[in-house]
């Protein structure tokens, strides 16, 4: 409780734990482009939510953020600056690419909750379901039968990649207009 004397409760504690546990964002400079300064961003975000799983959770809700969140911010929208698009839209693109490393982390870090399944444990569950009655979810079970869905990579990458095709098709669109 002596911690109380000086932040106002709890809520600001864990914000001021998460700016301190993210440390500050990478160094984007010395790469060359666009993309690729946003999936380094992307992957060490993803490493800082491997390393402090409980900041998944402590950062699910619309919050004043501390500086060094705001640093991470700052560096995803900077890495976009030589997009060509406006602000607003390099802002959603940072939000569609912080959405997804978020998704992705919360399927495979290690949870401490008692009911969370890893993904082999999630696939075989569900095999055992679809198994009774294979003919109603037949894009289930050939998904499943081919062994995706079993925790077979860390889910990061391939969506990163479509994410990031999708900026590069908008950024090509506006340079044509």
């Known amino acids: 409780m002596a911690l109380y004397r000086h932040v106002p409760g709890k809520d600001e504690l864990v914000d001021l734990m998460v700016d301190t546990g993210i440390g500050p964002p990478p160094d984007l400079a010395a790469l060359p482009g666009w993309r690729e300064r946003l999936a380094a961003w992307a992957r060490a975000l993803w490493a800082v939510f491997h390393r402090h799983p409980w900041s998944l959770a402590a ?10 969140e705001l640093a991470w911010a700052d560096a995803a929208l900077a890495a976009l600056a030589d997009t060509g698009l406006p602000p607003a839209e390099r802002h959603r693109a940072f939000l569609v690419v912080l959405g997804h490393v978020r998704s992705a982390a919360q399927f495979s870090v290690r949870s401490n909750r008692a009911r969370s399944l890893s993904g082999p444990q999630w696939a075989a569950a569900t095999a055992t379901l679809i198994a009774r009655d294979p003919a109603r979810f037949p894009a289930l079970q050939a998904v ?13 990458e391939f969506g990163l990649g479509v994410v990031l095709d999708g900026i590069a098709a908008l950024v090509a669109r506006r340079a044509q207009a």
Request: glycine fraction near 26%; charge should be neutral.
């Open 59 to 68: 950062t699910n809700r619309l919050r004043v953020m501390g500086p060094l």
């Open 144 to 156: 499943l039968s081919t062994g995706t869905g079993t925790g077979d990579g860390d889910g990061l």
